[in-house]
């Protein structure tokens, strides 16, 4: 959290991750999101991916909108960089129509691919 306070990008993607799968904090989407959100502010493609399932688990409704706001989340990833692997994964999910059980697991950083999570 400190380092992401103080700008690392991988800092901000590692709080909202512990905060997605509940390591060593409680599972609240609403508060990934936000640690999403700042690194991907500071230009993170795994941030700004994470924020696109973290937004859409912690407001699924409206659908519509919950989708809408994913791919902004997404489109952003895709802008800063379409090969990260995460970025495709989700951009799979959000096209099959995202259900929320067959959510991409969100790799820890510094994986090359989703496939080293299993």
Request: with cysteine; charged share 20%.
């Amino acid at each position: 959290i400190k380092g992401c306070e103080l700008g690392a990008s991988t800092s901000c993607y590692n709080a909202g991750l512990m905060h997605w799968s509940g390591f060593k904090a409680p599972r609240q989407p609403q508060t990934a999101l936000a640690w999403f959100a700042k690194g991907c502010e500071l230009k993170s493609a795994a941030s700004c991916a994470g924020a696109a399932i973290a937004s859409y688990s912690a407001n699924p409704e409206p659908r519509e909108a919950a989708l809408a706001q994913s791919r902004r989340w997404l489109d952003y990833a895709r802008s800063l960089d379409a090969a990260n692997p995460l970025v495709q994964a989700i951009d799979d999910w959000l096209r099959e129509g995202a259900n929320p059980e067959g959510a991409p697991a969100i790799p820890a950083p510094g994986s090359t691919s989703l496939e080293q999570q299993t």
